[in-house]
Nanobody
Framework: QVQLVESGGGLVQAGGSLRLSCAASGRTFSRYGMGWFRQAPGKEREFVAAISWSGGSTYYGDSVKGRFTISKDNAKDTVYLQMNSLKPEDTAVYYC??????????????????WGQGTQVIVSS
């Protein structure tokens, strides 16, 4: 199994930046794709970004395109989410997830087999 631990959340003003990290352990990190999701109070879990196992392909939700960047460092077993030009509507708990079964359907939470505990991001206006 895989264990995922997110970090890097916090409070930031609108227009600011944060970088989230997700450290993985338990399986060969380079062999599976990773995703980031977020969930705001009273809302469904929303797809944010994903990256293929090789890092060669990336995918983004419409609301974050052009502002967020996902990357993967296989040597450090870590996936990152660089978040720029943050908006109050980006406020949520952010979760990283691992696609261990190689589903390739990165947009759907059901495609992921392991989840981190989440890290809170609050963007003030």
């Amino acid at each position: 199994q895989v264990q995922l631990v997110e970090s890097g959340g916090g409070l930031v003003q609108a227009g600011g930046s944060l970088r989230l990290s997700c450290a993985a352990s338990g399986r060969t990190f380079s062999r599976y794709g990773m995703g980031w999701f977020r969930q705001a109070p009273g809302k469904e879990r929303e797809f944010v970004a994903a990256i293929s196992w090789s890092g060669g392909s990336t995918y983004y939700g419409d609301s974050v395109k052009g502002r967020f960047t996902i990357s993967k460092d296989n040597a450090k077993d870590t996936v990152y989410l660089q978040m720029n030009s943050l908006k109050p509507e980006d406020t949520a708990v952010y979760y990283c997830a691992a696609d261990l079964a190689y589903s390739g359907s990165y947009y759907y939470p059901s495609s992921y087999d392991a989840w981190g505990q989440g890290t809170q991001v609050i963007v003030s206006s």
